[in-house]
């Protein structure tokens, strides 16, 4: 691609952004409210978010990499980079933000069917069906492999027991991607299949879990006589534990950083400067500092994995690397930012607001989709080679 | 912006290069240069020119192979994998951009020489303890038409070796870099007994006479010429200290696959994995942030304090990191001579301070991102 076309094509965006980004659209928001996430309940909180998701899905641009005839626009890398930018620059807010778009669309991409690609993707990248991850359960946490959630054949369909815990969104979501165990005699990590469920099937039920933030955006998820049927698997049956191993990867960078959900988009800078007077302990300027420096490394890390995955080079188990440097890293941004926020960030709003739910969020973020540790021990076997 | 992989031509550097060191300067090497006192290899050296490494920066029509500051950064990090011992960065990377700068024949024949491989430069910046060229206090005194510089430079890597030093002064109304001989009467140098076994000197200008064509860029005005030039030392300095990390941490990593202790290689011990895992995560990040200094250089170098700060920044904490993890996961044999990983933390030590420590280079990146 030429850097004429590139440009060309840069131009055209940022008309087309120009005529069609609604005002209210160009703040830059990226809050739990400001976002879409989608789905058959969802409620508009403007007549502008709304319509912008819809101009947005028209052209592609909600998922601008996944091909046109899956509801994306087949961008490369070098447009997409093009796309983000320019809405960048502009202060767009992000259309349309879900699980569907950032791990289970990837997941099907990979293992799915044209026939599921064209039933499931279209509906996530207009922001229509809204996905959640039914993976952990309260005896498999780190061990994920060992779920005991159990999908027994009847005819065509499966009849699914068994609960999930930490189901982000379960209670808000429309579906869920579940693993459940099909082969309860087989070694723990080839019983296991990929199966997609609608939540509103007679048996599914969801509790949220009021976390130490106040917030509830986990749950709990019942299956009870659950009737699914069988070509809601994706991959193969027994098989789902590699869809599930691929799919962790998009987890892990979208906690790392790579999408643009959980981290949430509060600049250090900002926050220590809008102490009163700026920022003059030289304790706490000195760790804003060291802070900034390795945010900025795993910034352009995180650039070179994704210039290595459209290369073709695949990124693999480092994304395990990212996940780890990326969440300890907020964990520790979140803290300093607390830090200089001092008394003024101890109130659930007012001055700094929802920084202290979302500090108390981020403790979270070392935990879900895999510990730190078991990333480090991810890194060590599969990346370093060392002994089990 | 090109991405952050090595390009075609890069990697067939890196191997090449990979390649030609893993015979004539492997770790084992140094050791001969240590054990016998000596801080160059003039064969090697002159093995480095035929191959276009000192021409790197060097312009095509004054002989150079002009491949830029990421290639730079490509033949530094294998330099240090090795320990390989050369003035490659005062030389190809820093006399050469300074030099580039300066549109004279002066400067032109001078790139060339570099391309050959027929002369080192040393750069006499600091004088204190810690890297800070704005404290210039040696002073080159208006005189006639020319100058006199009295003063004291101290930590000027490969001073001793040098044949030309290229120095930092206090002049009316700035500073000015000279492009001086080391020879020339008044300049007098001692070998510092570096903890590195490296070449470093101190140099000592005693009234030495300069004229207005041995001023490197504009009087008063050093840093129009030397910015840049620090910068690309910088950023190759990065690279070299992660290609120490890449040479340490293979030690370590084979070493806790082969140790055996109760029984069982000590790699099987998730203590250490994770010391291992961790500081493989640090290598990774912190080769992007080299990856991206040399970019910068090469793509947008008016621009490019930031990016630089960021890897030196990051390359003095990671390298750090993986000596002295190196040393304790090898236990006491770490800590002998006879062993290697103790040649890599000295020179990272020396590494660490030369051009800017962590907290010069930390600052200048809070500086950049305005807190």
Redesign the interface.
Known sequence: MSDDALNAFRAEVRTWLEENCPQEMRDGASGEDAIVWGGRNWKFKSEAQKLWLERMADKGWTVPTWPVEYGGAGMDRAHHKILLDEMRKMGARVPLQSFGIWMLGPALLAFGTHEQKLQYLPPIARGEVRWCQGYSEPGAGSDLASVQTRAESDGDHYIVNGQKIWTSYADKADCIFALVRTDRDAPKHLGITFLLIDMETPGVSTKPIRLISGKSPFCETFFDDVRVPKANVVGTENRGWDVAKHLLTHEREMISGGGQGLLGGRP??AV??AQDG??TDPVL??E???C???A???A??L??YK??A??G?GVGD?SA?LK??GTELNKRRHELMMSAGGADALTWDGKHDGLAADWLRTKANSIEGGTS?V???I???R?????? | MS???LTEDETMLQDAARGFLDGAAPVSHFRKLRDAGQTHDAKLWAEMAQMGWTGVLVPEDAGGSDMGHAAAGVLAGELGKTLVTSPFISTAVIAATALRQVATDRARDALASIAAGDVIYGLAVDEGAKHNPEATELEARADGNGFRLTGTKGFVVDGSNADRLLVLAKTDAGLTLFDLPADREGISRVGQNMVDARDAAQVTFDNVQATGDDVLGSVDDAMAVLKLALEAGQAALSAEMLGLSAGAFAMT?GY??ERKQFG??I??F?AL??R???L??ET??????V??AGRKLDEDPDNATLAVS?AK??ATQTAKLAVIEGVQMHGGIGMTDDFDMGFFMKRVRVATEWLGDYGYH??K??AA???
Do not use: C
Request: cysteine-free; aromatic content about 4%; proline content about 1%.
């Open positions: 250090l800078g220590l400067n700026g920022l300027r000195a804003a500092m060291a900034e420096v390795d900025l490394a795993v352009l890390t650039e070179r210039d290595q459209e290369s080079g480092a690397m780890y440097a540790e990333m480090l021990s890194i060590s076997r990346v370093l080679g060392l002994p089990a | 991405t952050l992989l990593v806790l696959k069982v290689e790699g099987r998730q994995q994770h291992a895992a961790h493989w995560s990774e990040i912190t080769l992007s942030a990856r991206h960021l920044a990051r930390a600052a990146v809070a991102r305005g807190f």
